[in-house]
């Protein structure tokens, strides 16, 4: 778990896979599984690797062995899938429904975390915020510092995609204060940023602003989002409009 907040996804994946093998001549299933989630979300980072079966094996550990919480986390990860493959959000909002019927609300507070970023990705600014206000209240209840802040950067997010520079800094003084300036919450913030500048049309706006979040992403491996491949993407068109 710690390799993977430091973005060593590599050595994440063999120290789980290595836990995973000890957990089952031990017959510790719940740990199996707990092994399990960290292989899909190493895998997740892995170009060519299929986080999707990693969890799948989750969600049968837990269903066949009676962990009820231990399936809802493989079925959270599994849904925030189609967040990244760009789906509907129709698996996610189940899987919200479940949770939040159990009593799960740490997993709750994810899931509006996911469906918050993954409407920002779709500009959907309404949609944000109505996520991101679920999480980033179930997450002050829960004193899940970091989570709160990444929820109210997102708000952040749609106020920049509204183009409201003021409600978008004061979201984002808020984020930082609340996660103590962290890391994750430092990079999503930048990504918040981001969102404004694109709503402005200002292609040296949004070339600044995607250097400072290129900047904050590289201190935080796990955050993902477009801004790398638009960083990339921006600087192959200066690169082609630079006469040579």
Do not use: Y
């Amino acid at each position: 778990e710690i390799a993977v907040g430091r973005g060593r996804f590599a050595d994440a994946r063999a120290r789980a896979e290595s836990a995973a093998l000890q957990a089952e001549l031990d017959g510790d299933h719940r740990l199996v599984g707990e092994a399990w989630l960290v292989i899909g979300r190493c895998d997740r980072m892995i170009d060519g690797s299929d986080p999707a079966a990693a969890f799948d094996r989750v969600i049968a550990i837990g269903r066949d062995h009676g962990f009820t919480t231990l399936a809802l986390r493989g079925e959270m990860e599994r849904a925030s899938l189609d967040c990244w493959n760009l789906l509907p959000v129709d698996r996610l909002l189940a899987v919200r429904e479940r949770a939040s019927g159990v009593g799960a609300l740490v997993d709750a507070a994810h899931l509006d975390n996911f469906l918050a970023w993954t409407a920002r990705d779709r500009w959907l600014p309404d949609d944000v915020d109505v996520a991101a206000d679920r999480c980033a209240e179930l997450a002050g209840k829960l004193h899940l510092d970091v989570l709160h802040g990444i929820a109210l950067a997102a708000s952040a997010a749609a106020a920049g995609q509204r183009g409201d520079r003021e409600r978008m800094e004061a979201k984002i003084a808020a984020a930082l204060e609340v996660s103590a300036r962290h890391a994750d919450v430092a990079a999503a913030c930048a990504m918040a940023r981001v969102c404004l500048s694109l709503e402005r049309d200002d292609l040296a706006q949004v070339s600044s602003a995607l250097d400072l979040a290129m900047g904050r992403l590289g201190d935080a491996a796990a955050i993902g989002g477009p801004e790398r491949g638009l960083w990339t993407l921006l600087r192959v068109i200066e690169q082609r409009g630079t006469p040579t």
